[in-house]
């Protein structure tokens, strides 16, 4: 398997750690996730897969996260347990977490400016990408997505969580992947639904695809973080004017001309465009 760089840094990160006790090594998984604490267990399987167990993280806030599975006799060995404990590690830890929203989020503005690009040649609506997440399980209608990472975006002032699972995957290797080159709408979606554009696929803020039940704590930094943008303290350059935004201040000025006294003509460069 291809890691990217900041995989193997969070590789490296779970083998600084693991000299730790086992527990120690479960409680910093268990901060990433908003919690104190965690204990493990192996739960027998069924069916075709009978004779294996699988072995999670109880985590303190009610959730559980799925670390593997293998044979129930070695699944119940200290042997195994760490080995899945620390490939856990190098992926969620309070570090890696970090570093992530620092890599990805100036990714994701590039991509918002691209999207928005596209959204107006079709006459869709633009959006405003807000915040990076990771579902912490806090919010029970969203447990099947745990661990997952998803964007916090707003349309016309309408804040939700945008989940995808090529999103989460590159959120996870710190570097999105390239635009994609053709248009389409996204699965299960009709093209009268579509209202914006993210990773050139069209998408809709109304419908309950691709989205995840936002918990309180990401709603209020969402809302924080749409406000900042609005009033432009992110310390984010300005952008030029999308084409909708060209458009809207045309019609503007053409409503304007009906109203205003004509002026005498100067002979100046102030008529150039």
């Given at each position: 398997?291809?890691?990217?760089?900041?995989?193997?840094?969070?590789?490296?990160?779970?083998k600084?750690?693991?000299?730790?006790?086992?527990?120690?090594?479960?409680?910093?998984?268990?901060?990433?996730?908003g919690?104190?604490?965690?204990?493990?267990?192996?739960?027998?399987?069924?069916?075709?897969?009978?004779g294996?167990?699988?072995?999670?993280?109880?985590?303190?806030?009610?959730?559980?996260?799925?670390?593997?599975?293998?044979?129930?006799?070695?699944?119940?060995?200290?042997?195994?347990?760490?080995?899945?404990?620390?490939?856990?590690?190098?992926?969620?830890?309070?570090?890696?977490?970090?570093?992530?929203?620092?890599?990805?989020?100036?990714?994701?503005?590039?991509?918002?400016?691209?999207?928005?690009?596209?959204?107006?040649?079709?006459?869709?609506?633009?959006?405003?990408?807000?915040?990076?997440?990771?579902?912490?399980?806090?919010?029970?209608?969203?447990?099947?997505?745990?661990?997952?990472?998803y964007?916090?975006?707003?349309?016309?002032?309408?804040?939700?969580?945008?989940?995808?699972?090529?999103?989460?995957h590159?959120?996870?290797?710190?570097?999105?992947?390239?635009?994609?080159?053709?248009?389409?709408?996204?699965?299960?979606?009709?093209?009268?639904?579509?209202?914006?554009?993210?990773?050139?696929?069209?998408?809709?803020s109304?419908?309950?695809?691709?989205?995840?039940?936002?918990?309180?704590?990401?709603?209020?930094?969402?809302?924080?973080?749409?406000?900042?943008?609005?009033?432009?303290?992110?310390?984010?350059?300005?952008?030029?004017?999308?084409?909708?935004?060209?458009?809207?201040?045309?019609?503007?000025?053409?409503?304007?001309?009906?109203?205003?006294k004509?002026?005498?003509?100067?002979?100046?460069?102030?008529?150039?465009?």
């Amino acid at each position: 398997m291809d890691y990217s760089e900041l995989q193997q840094k969070g590789f490296d990160i779970a083998k600084r750690y693991e000299k730790l006790p086992l527990q120690d090594r479960i409680n910093i998984i268990a901060e990433t996730f908003g919690c104190k604490t965690a204990s493990i267990r192996t739960s027998p399987c069924t069916g075709k897969w009978r004779g294996t167990s699988d072995i999670s993280l109880d985590l303190d806030n009610g959730s559980s996260l799925f670390i593997g599975n293998c044979r129930t006799p070695q699944a119940k060995t200290a042997k195994v347990q760490n080995e899945y404990v620390n490939g856990t590690l190098a992926n969620y830890n309070p570090e890696i977490l970090a570093e992530i929203k620092t890599r990805i989020v100036p990714a994701l503005l590039k991509r918002e400016a691209a999207d928005n690009a596209i959204a107006a040649e079709k006459g869709l609506k633009p959006y405003t990408f807000l915040n990076v997440e990771m579902n912490n399980g806090g919010d029970k209608e969203s447990s099947s997505h745990l661990g997952w990472y998803y964007a916090t975006v707003a349309v016309d002032g309408k804040i939700f969580a945008l989940v995808e699972t090529g999103l989460s995957h590159d959120i996870a290797r710190g570097e999105l992947s390239e635009l994609r080159p053709y248009y389409f709408v996204a699965g299960a979606l009709k093209e009268n639904q579509v209202d914006f554009v993210f990773n050139n696929v069209g998408h809709s803020s109304t419908s309950g695809l691709y989205k995840l039940h936002l918990s309180d704590d990401a709603r209020s930094r969402a809302e924080k973080r749409l406000s900042e943008r609005i009033s432009g303290l992110d310390g984010e350059p300005q952008k030029r004017p999308s084409a909708l935004n060209k458009l809207a201040a045309a019609k503007e000025a053409v409503a304007k001309i009906g109203t205003e006294k004509p002026s005498t003509p100067k002979k100046s460069h102030d008529a150039e465009l």
